[in-house]
């Protein structure tokens, strides 16, 4: 089965700095999905980015990026130039390519993200 | 909004109670999802729905008990259930090549579920 593990429960970053948010996972799946889905306190779960396994190169969504390790099987989320609205829990997320529509989405324990002014 | 939307929004009920949430969805979206969010805890995947069947029944209790009548909507009716089922409980719908959320989810606001 697979599994996602987030090992940081809670992170700080200052207004305007960097920080990056860790996530592993585990499987022996070769095609599959990766997610980052932020969770502000509105509880409203937002896709932030998503990698495809069989792509190398990193995805970017503006100030949001990933750094994916196939190998190791690490993805990473960094978040260049943070924001106060950037505050919130984050998920990484986990979900197989193969098999029949709507295959189960499978997320890590989350990180909760604070900004400080 | 997202196109998920849930209702209600919070829910107070007694352990005798009975009550139904409700995810309604217009994306054209044919798989559906129930989510538990605990606090401190993993979401838990309780219920998958692939064009209004069943498909998966993640070793939930039967005092949930999901109905999904048609693509566009699921409920989960509640009877009897106990304090540690408080929750948030999180409705998703998902189609798989559809634009460049391709197998992503989208999700409701979710249910704040309290049992007294």
């Known amino acids: 089965a697979q599994t996602v593990t987030q090992s940081q429960p809670e992170m700080s970053v200052q207004e305007a700095e960097t920080v990056t948010l860790s996530c592993t996972y585990d499987?022996?799946?070769?095609?599959?999905?990766l997610f980052w889905y932020k969770q502000p306190p509105s509880r409203q779960m937002i896709l932030v980015i998503r990698?495809?396994?069989?792509?190398?190169q990193n995805a970017t969504e503006n100030r949001f990026s990933v750094n994916f390790q196939k190998a190791a099987k690490s993805f990473s989320l960094k978040i260049s130039d943070s924001q106060l609205g950037d505050a919130a829990m984050y998920f990484c997320?986990?979900?197989?390519?193969?098999?029949?529509?709507?295959?189960?989405?499978?997320f890590g324990q989350g990180t909760e993200l604070s900004v400080k002014p | 909004e997202t196109g998920v939307t849930q209702t209600p929004r919070h829910l107070v009920m007694g352990m005798t109670n009975k009550k139904s949430l409700k995810c309604e969805q217009h994306?054209?979206?044919?798989?559906m999802y129930w989510y538990k969010q605990s606090a401190k805890k993993p979401l838990e995947l309780m219920f998958v729905?692939?064009?209004?069947?069943?498909?998966e029944n993640n070793s939930v209790p039967s005092r949930f008990s999901p109905e999904c009548p048609n693509s566009s909507h699921l409920f989960l009716h509640l009877h009897t259930l106990q304090p540690e089922d408080s929750a948030l409980y999180l409705c998703?719908?998902?189609?798989?090549?559809?634009?460049?959320?391709?197998?992503?989810?989208?999700f409701g606001s979710g249910t704040r579920l309290t049992v007294v």
């Open positions: 499987t022996s799946e070769s095609d599959y999905y």
């Open positions: 729905y692939n064009f209004k069947e069943q498909t």
């Open positions: 997320a986990y979900r197989s390519a193969g098999g029949n529509q709507g295959g189960k989405l499978i």
């Open positions: 990698q495809e396994a069989y792509k190398q």
């Open positions: 994306l054209g979206h044919n798989a």
């Open positions: 998703a719908s998902s189609s798989p090549g559809q634009g460049v959320d391709d197998y992503g989810y989208t």
